[in-house]
């Protein structure tokens, strides 16, 4: 049985939703970050050393980094969602599953504390023409390449998909960030009609894991 300590409001929503989707058994713990600091409570440490979200414990094992839970759930339950490593479209499947916690995570994470800090007075120097010329080219970037895309690899859903999800999901809906770029949010509605992200987001709210 796979356990996923699952934190709301975070990157834990990437495994929630592909738990769904290749209908493995698993149960949840969950995790409700502090009101004040918003970060992961204590208790979370008690599972990973770092407190962070996702992790599972699989076959006796704790693991932590969401790309290597993707991958290795893909692997071992559901390798359809993943390219054959012969294929040339593996190359395309690693890099967008690494993209997400690599060059697409810093420019929206920037961008996300920068308007808190703005929002509480702070006047941002370096950080605010820094963090908007990253984030316009990575996500100018993104929006390009899913112009006439269904899927980021090989026009089917992969696991690139879950790890994407969830921080342009975010971008869209959080950041109001659809105007700027069209092509991401109709991928992010795309997704969001699955019955697998459906699912995900009723446990997200509370609801039961059948
Ligand atoms: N690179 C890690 C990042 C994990 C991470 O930073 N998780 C955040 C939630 S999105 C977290 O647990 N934050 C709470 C805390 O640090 O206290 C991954 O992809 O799993």
Redesign the pocket.
Known sequence: MITLFH?DQ???FRILWLLEEIKQPYQLQRYY?DLKTH??PESLKEIHP?????VIEFQGKII????AIVELLIQKFAPSLAPDINDPTYADYLQWIHFA?SSAMLPFLLKTFNEIETRHGTQLVFLENYTQVEFDKVFGYLNDYLKDKEYLVDNRLTGADFMMGFGLHALIHNMAQGKNFPHIQSYVERLSLLPSWKAAEKIKQGGKVT
């Open positions: 934190l975070s990157r834990s970050r970060l992961a770092l407190g962070k979200s996702p932590a980094e969401s790309g916690e």
